[in-house]
């Protein structure tokens, strides 16, 4: 493997992070503060992404689809919020994992319904369609510098309003001690909301931001859940700062291990079997180091109760 | 005891033991009985780990996955044997169970649901990259299981009473660990763990016992399933499975392995008739799930016993 | 002269800057009921919670029948013998009484790795655990579910678990907590019965009870021992009036 082709891997990884780290992070608060496990967040990556590619189409236009997708994706979440998921705030996880599980698969098939089972395609803005040099014989597409970039600023930002806002202050307190919240006087209910409804827009955007450049389909998010499960997880459930660095560790294995493992493993066997069990060690690769991870910190990297 | 611990299960028992000879005899409905009786096994696997030890498992399927897999990889090579076909599956799987509930039993809680998730998923997607295996795509089966050389499995009504007398065993099984020393540790430290420790048990070894058991009924249920479709594919690891087995066991009701096995079997039979009326049957599959997990809190078993 | 059954050897624990447990060193012979008073927050609980193993302290030494034990896990304490009543009242909400202290006798005869003989059939865990009722006045309601149960009887449940282990040493941590005069009056009475047979530590705000029963007092202010000795001596000493009784006795 050349040096080339890791740098591209490594920026792959990245930005992959970045998108897990947006739709871990609505999941992570959600969880912290209101000790709701949301299998349903998934869904709500691919909605963004609907939302965006009908919307770029409606209007003709990327940079009006994905500003528009940001209060259709919130709107979208706040309605599942009163319709489904407060009901189910007082009960255990079991019946919470059940429900949400409930709202996937009625999500999946309405899309399915609405737009059918085929993928659907949202072009590329314009300004950002050709490739940056990065060094000799190295053309990374813009659009995905782009993301990268925009995934950054909005991790900073997210950063900004949790550990140095009112509000912030508010949703780290819940993560620690809910009870003290409401014991304060804070009207949890409407806390609970804006938090849901802010995860829900950060993983519309995601889904939006991939958009084109993955395919759109029934069930694009189902994967994207799993995986954003293993980045909180090892992050430390309720933690922003567990959850970034978990995220770019899970899309840096994910990216480099797919594609140099089969090489590593030629290493040790014939090309087809290297193949074989190279994608095989692959796929395996992340939750082994999430098993590993949690052998020794069974809590994650940053556990917020102690 | 109670009539509904035993005398309801005997019922379903009966009925599906005399279901192929009141009507249900066509290929289409033994079909569609093999499999709820399957994941009616692998339901009550799972009833041991939810309803006994207060492990909510989201990566059971990939129990199931195992020793379907497992079936595989010997029919590759021309294994077809009951004898070696049967100890494989359920042992593979009891392996994998005992690796991963290792370390999923260290944790607790909302941990635990989304490390059994991150399994399921590891396996699915192994299952995936097996290009060997048909990848994706899965792997047609060249038979069924043999007995003592023998094709007694492929006769759809000898297969019906294979996956009936699995079933009746596995409910028994479950039964009888839940009532026994090992059970009552189990449900005690689902109740209250510190006073479970206070008492000198540790809980750990206990609970992944019940993994690797409940891992090793479901690897069975993966052998019939793979027997039942003679076709094995990574959908069958899927997480999505995983959380209708979940349900099954919601819906009937943890009062006892009875609730799993109605739950169960009320599920696939649900599942079956929406599915002849819409294409979109999950719009109204999903719902539906939401407002049994939200209204129906006792499950099926619940609703029986009451009346 | 023999070691005592338990002993403390200068334990201490802080929380942050908070020391909860200042080098306290104190023993329990066998046959003697050891009461441990003190105004609250004086570190009562966190002391029986690091003897019975669910804190660990910073330092110091924990022995138990002449064997260090500071660094074994709470359930290798209670299989020696060391058992403990909790002050919220823990048994298994769901168990009939009869079998909350089946467990306990499961716990210490045999192995619970057994699957499939029914447990509530086993005729040795079930008469053991009735004898255990028995002692606290509660076998006949052994075959109501726990949580069906009275607070008082709930409390004398608790105390027929800690039996039922047929412990060595008993760490009661406030038995008495919230039950009426009556229940009161028959706890105190089943727990001088038991004096004789374990080794006591008790720790109670009762002060009716605690004159009653114990055979030596030590009293705990702010994490640390400030004195030990006879019940009479206790109640003649003049630091513990000023501690302790006298706010205690203004308050009642």
Redesign the interface.
């Given at each position: 493997m050349t040096a080339t082709l890791l740098l591209v891997q490594v920026l792959n990884g990245l930005q992959f992070g970045i998108l897990l780290f947006l739709v871990a992070a609505g999941l992570t608060l959600v969880?912290g503060v209101m000790d709701f496990?949301n299998?349903a967040h998934g869904v709500q990556y691919m909605i963004g992404a609907y939302l965006g590619a009908t919307l770029a189409a409606l209007t003709g236009s990327f940079w009006f689809g994905l500003l528009l997708a940001l209060p259709a994706a919130l709107v979208f979440g706040l309605l599942l919020e009163v319709l489904?998921f407060r009901?189910?705030y007082e009960?255990d996880?079991?019946?919470q994992?059940?429900?949400t599980?409930?709202?996937?698969?009625?999500l999946?098939?309405?899309v399915?319904?609405v737009f059918g089972a085929a993928p659907m395609q949202m072009p590329l803005p314009e300004a950002l369609s050709g490739g940056v040099r990065i060094m000799e014989g190295l053309l990374y597409p813009s659009y995905r510098l782009a993301i990268l970039a925009a995934g950054l600023v909005t991790a900073g930002l997210l950063w900004f309003l949790v550990e140095r806002t009112k509000l912030g202050m508010l949703v780290r307190a819940g993560a620690s001690n809910a009870p003290m919240l409401s014991a304060l006087g804070v009207d949890v209910r409407r806390l609970f909301m804006m938090v849901f409804g802010f995860g829900a827009m950060l993983a519309g955007f995601a889904g939006a931001m991939a958009a084109p450049i993955l395919s759109v389909e029934p069930g694009m998010g189902?994967?994207l859940l799993?995986l954003a499960?293993?980045v909180?997880?090892i992050g430390g459930?309720g933690s922003i700062r567990g959850a970034f660095l978990a995220a770019l560790i899970v899309g840096l294995v994910e990216t480099i291990g797919r594609s140099m493992m089969p090489d590593l493993m030629r290493l040790f066997l014939d090309p087809s079997a290297a193949?074989?069990t190279g994608?095989?060690l692959?796929?395996?690769l992340i939750?082994?180091v999430?098993?590993a991870i949690?052998?020794f910190r069974?809590?994650g990297l940053f556990p917020v109760r102690t | 005891m109670t009539w509904r611990d035993a005398a309801l299960p005997a019922g379903v028992f009966a009925a599906l033991a005399l279901a192929p000879f009141l009507g249900f005899g066509q290929s289409h409905s033994l079909t569609l009985l093999a499999r709820a009786m399957i994941f009616a096994m692998a339901a009550i696997s799972l009833m041991l780990l939810v309803g006994g030890a207060g492990l909510v498992s989201l990566g059971h399927a990939a129990m199931m996955g195992v020793g379907a897999y497992a079936v595989v990889v010997l029919d590759h090579a021309r294994i077809t044997e009951a004898w070696a076909v049967l100890p494989a599956g359920v042992g593979a799987t009891a392996l994998f169970a005992l690796a991963t509930g290792a370390i999923a039993i260290r944790t607790s809680g909302v941990h635990f649901i989304m490390i059994t998730l991150a399994f399921g998923q590891m396996a699915f997607f192994t299952a995936s990259s097996l290009a060997l295996f048909g990848g994706d795509d899965g792997y047609t089966l060249y038979g069924r299981t043999e007995i003592f050389g023998a094709r007694l499995l492929e006769d759809r009504l000898a297969f019906h009473f294979a996956c009936l007398f699995c079933l009746v065993a596995a409910w028994a099984l479950v039964r009888a660990l839940l009532a026994s020393r090992f059970g009552r540790v189990l449900r005690a430290a689902r109740e209250n763990e510190t006073r479970v420790r206070a008492l000198g048990l540790e809980p750990y070894p206990y609970r992944l016992a019940a993994y690797v058991i409940a891992g090793a009924i479901g690897g069975l249920a993966g052998v019939l399933l793979a027997n039942a479709t003679e076709f094995v594919a990574p959908a069958y690891l899927a997480w999505q499975r995983s959380g209708d087995l979940l349900f099954m066991v919601i819906l009937g009701g943890l009062a006892g392995p009875h609730g799993a096995l109605l739950g169960a079997l009320a599920f696939v039979l649900v599942e079956e008739w929406l599915a002849t009326l819409t294409e979109h049957w999950r719009l109204i599959f999903g719902p539906l799930l939401i407002l049994c997990v939200l209204f129906l809190r006792g499950g099926i078993a619940g609703l029986l016993g009451r009346g | 002269m023999a070691e005592p059954l338990l002993e403390l050897r200068g334990l201490n624990k802080s929380f942050g800057g908070l020391r909860v447990t200042e080098n306290v060193s104190l023993t329990l012979e066998a046959g003697e009921i050891h009461a441990l008073i003190g105004p609250n927050g004086a570190g009562k609980t966190t002391l029986i919670q690091q003897i019975s193993g669910a804190l660990a302290p910073d330092s110091g030494e924990i022995r138990f029948l002449g064997e260090d034990v500071t660094r074994l896990s709470m359930a290798r304490r209670a299989r020696r013998g060391l058992a403990r009543s909790f002050q919220i009242t823990s048994v298994i909400p769901s168990f009939s009484a009869l079998e909350n202290a089946a467990l306990a006798v499961q716990a210490r005869s045999g192995s619970s790795f057994r699957f499939f003989r029914p447990a509530a059939r086993e005729a040795a865990l079930n008469e053991a655990a009735m004898a255990a009722l028995e002692e606290v006045g509660l076998a006949p309601r052994a075959h109501l579910p726990a949580a069906a149960l009275s607070h008082g009887e709930r409390r004398q449940l608790e105390l027929a678990i800690a039996l039922a282990m047929r412990p060595r040493a008993l760490l009661l941590d406030e038995p008495l907590a919230g039950t009426g005069p009556e229940e009161a009056e028959r706890l105190i009475r089943i727990l001088r019965g038991l004096g004789a047979r374990y080794g006591i530590l008790l720790v109670e705000h009762d002060m009716r009870a605690v004159f009653a029963l114990a055979q030596r007092v030590s009293v705990l202010a702010q994490g640390r021992v400030i004195a030990t000795g006879s019940p009479a001596g206790i109640r003649a000493d003049p630091v513990v009036r000023a501690a302790y009784l006298g706010e205690e006795e203004g308050e009642g």
């Open positions: 969880f496990i299998l489904v009901h189910f009960r996880h079991l019946s994992v059940l429900a599980f409930g709202v996937i698969l009625v999946n098939q309405g399915k319904a189902d994967n799993i499960f293993v909180i997880v459930i193949r074989q994608a095989a692959a796929s395996m939750y082994i999430m098993a949690l052998a069974p809590a | - | -």
